[in-house]
Every structure is written in structure tokens, then in C-alpha cells.
């Protein structure tokens, strides 16, 4: 019967095998096209592998190489400042992860915990901002930021989503309801508040979904592209995809640099890919703690 059973699973491992054969191959063909000289791109488009690879590309991008080089090399010539956009993609990102998953964790518990007039009133409104499509919130804002003279700042992009999104706080105020109030009351019996019983009980046991809800915001952060380039188009607060975008229009040959796009685009990913694999372990994990023997 077990044997049956894993010959039963072979369907499925195999349409499993498929997904994740097409999820990944995208991402394979970029880095495939970093490492292709610019003179073999069009020649072996079809190719699974370059047959001539190179790390050039790389080196051209990260400023390693003067533009007589590049240009040699089948570069554009147009240049990027990848060090200076990476660390403002890194400020970005982790200024709204850290910030936005603290103040949803604060709303959350008090939707969850704290009585207030109004509060399913709040929390009703709150949720059906859910139902706004960003693109309608776009435009005012920008009128805000332009208002309070943060164009063209890092302040002025992390501003609109600083302080706590829908999602989050509906996610979190589920898992705080979760929580036994047992816990909570042992915690007020030995002296604790509101505040103490949130920042000494309530986080320390929230660990998987704080993890999961700043997770998911950095990578939501670290591939926006329209708020950034709306708002952050000159250099000072320019992030790593508004700068890759302008280094793809910046090309003065008749044909995009696709080399050179695809090897920043690759060194863009791997931040992020480097996060979710030190942390997805431990996401994992923290997931599967409840915190209650």
C-alpha cells in the first residue's frame, strides 16, 4: 500500500516539479544574459548557456571599468552609481519594513485588546481600504509630499507608507486574538500596562508573523518602482530600479544595453534573495512556535 500511495504522489511531484521549473526559469535567463558578451547576445538568443561567458557586464556596472572598456566590451557607455542606488534601495526598504511592521503591530493589539469608542467603526474603515487600488492613492500623495517640500528626498518617498498598511494590521490584530488572555493577565498581575504587556509579551510570542509581515514589506519595497520614480527621479534619492530604468534609457546605441541591464538587475536581486534565505528558515520556525507549552 505505501508504495502505491508514492506512486500515487508522482503526478504531483511532477506538476510540482513543472512550477517551479517555470517560476524560476526567468530568473535564469537573466543571469544567463549577464553573462553573454553583447557581441554573442543576438547571435545565440536561442542558447540555453553563453558560449562565451563573461562577468564584464558585472564589472561595468559596478563601475569597475572606464566607459572606452564598456563600450569595447558592447556596452552602452551609460553609467550607474550602483553603490550609491543600492544603499538608498536599502534605506528605503528597511526604514518601511521596520517602521510600518511596528506601528501595524501597535494597531493590531489595539484592535484586538484595547476597548475605544468607535473601534469597529475604525478598524471596518481601515479594512475597507483594502478595496483601493494604490493607483487612486498616487496622485494625492504626491500632492502631500510636494506640499510638505519632500520631492526629490529619501523622507518624501518612505513617507506615504511609513506608518501601517490595511493588510498588516488585519493580519496581526488575527494573530493577536489567538493569543490567550491568560498570558496577558499573568502579565498585568506582576506590575505590567498595556505598553509593558505589548512590548515584553505580546512581541516576544509574535515573532513568525512580525517576520512574515516584514518580509513580505521589504521585497514589496525593494521592487517599487512607480512611487520612486514619481517621486525620487533625481540622483540624491534615487532608488535601484528607477536607476536601473534610467540607465536602460540612458543607452545611446541604437539597442538597449540588455547586458548591462540584466547583470544590475541580477546584482539587485540578490539582497533580497540573500534575506529570505538567512531568514526563511527561521520564519519557518518562529511559525511554528506558539509560545505556549
Known amino acids: 500500500m505505501r508504495r502505491i500511495a508514492n506512486i500515487g504522489r508522482l503526478p504531483a511531484w511532477a506538476v510540482l516539479a513543472v512550477a517551479l521549473l517555470l517560476t524560476l526559469f526567468p530568473f535564469y535567463w537573466m543571469v544567463r544574459t549577464a553573462l553573454t558578451p553583447a557581441a554573442d547576445l543576438y547571435a545565440d538568443s536561442g542558447a540555453l548557456f553563453p558560449r562565451h561567458p563573461t562577468v564584464v557586464n558585472f564589472l561595468r556596472i559596478l563601475g569597475f571599468t572606464s566607459q572606452e572598456e564598456a563600450r569595447a566590451a558592447g556596452g552602452s557607455g551609460a553609467q550607474i552609481d550602483f553603490a550609491r542606488y543600492l544603499l538608498n534601495s536599502i534605506v528605503y526598504s528597511g526604514l518601511i519594513a521596520t517602521?510600518?511592521?511596528?506601528?501595524?503591530?501597535?494597531?493590531?493589539?489595539?484592535?484586538?485588546?484595547?476597548?475605544?469608542?468607535?473601534?469597529?467603526?475604525?478598524?471596518?474603515?481601515?479594512?475597507?481600504?483594502?478595496?483601493?487600488?494604490?493607483?487612486f492613492t498616487l496622485l494625492p500623495n504626491f500632492v502631500l509630499v510636494k506640499n510638505l517640500d519632500l520631492i526629490n528626498t529619501l523622507a518624501g518617498i518612505v513617507a506615504p507608507t511609513i506608518l501601517m498598511t490595511p493588510f498588516a494590521v488585519f493580519f496581526l490584530r488575527q494573530f493577536f486574538l489567538s493569543i490567550p488572555r491568560d498570558v496577558e493577565e499573568a502579565a498585568r498581575l506582576d506590575g505590567n500596562g498595556p505598553w509593558g504587556v505589548f512590548w515584553r509579551i505580546v512581541l516576544p510570542m509574535s515573532r513568525g508573523p512580525l517576520i512574515t509581515i516584514g518580509l513580505t514589506t521589504t521585497v514589496w519595497a525593494w521592487k517599487d518602482y512607480l512611487w520612486p520614480l514619481l517621486v525620487g527621479h533625481e540622483e540624491q534619492a534615487r532608488v535601484l530600479t528607477v536607476a536601473l530604468g534610467v540607465f536602460l534609457q540612458q543607452s545611446p546605441n541604437t539597442r538597449p544595453d540588455w547586458t548591462g541591464l540584466m547583470a544590475g538587475s541580477t546584482l539587485s536581486v540578490l539582497p533580497v534573495l540573500l534575506l529570505l534565505v538567512f531568514l526563511g528558515r527561521r520564519l519557518v520556525q518562529s511559525l511554528n512556535f506558539s509560545g505556549i507549552k
Do not use: K, S
Open 99 to 135: 517602521l510600518q511592521t511596528f506601528f501595524c503591530a501597535m494597531a493590531g493589539y489595539a484592535f484586538a485588546r484595547l476597548r475605544f469608542p468607535g473601534r469597529e467603526l475604525v478598524f471596518g474603515v481601515m479594512i475597507a481600504a483594502l478595496m483601493v487600488p494604490p493607483i
